[in-house]
């Protein structure tokens, strides 16, 4: 069980945890089109969203075209990436490369 769920069930009810933990994702693979890539950047320190939501949304997100949904994790950063803040941007251009090759976007990395 995540933290998150954890942090809930000392404050909620059972009936409450049980409704969060079988709350239904599979809406992501309906909200997104299947080319449309999604790039996903989680922080391994966040403690508002627990990282292991973010392999959760990959398992969803990778049922559709193959190849269009990226995970980052990034060492250290929490749910605001206050630090290290350079790695979600460079992770962001290097996406942004890969699946919109500007010619300037390329320069600038």
């Known amino acids: ?6 942090r809930i069930a ?16 599979s809406y992501l693979i309906r909200s997104f089109p299947q080319e449309m890539d999604v790039l996903s950047i989680h922080g391994d ?3 508002v969203v627990p990282v292991e939501d973010s392999a959760d949304y990959e398992k ?5 075209t193959p190849g ?11 749910h605001n990436y206050l630090r290290p ?11 942004l490369a890969k699946v919109d090759p500007v010619p300037q976007l390329q320069s600038k990395l």
């Open 68 to 78: 269009t949904h990226t995970l980052v994790i990034v060492p250290g950063a929490g």
């Open 60 to 64: 969803i997100l990778s049922q559709r």
């Open 45 to 47: 320190a966040d403690e």
């Open 10 to 25: 000392n404050t909620a009810g059972p009936d409450i945890v049980q409704e969060f933990a079988d709350w239904d994702n």
């Open 85 to 95: 803040y350079d790695e979600p941007v460079t992770s962001i251009m290097n996406w």
């Open 1 to 6: 069980m995540s933290q998150t769920k954890i």
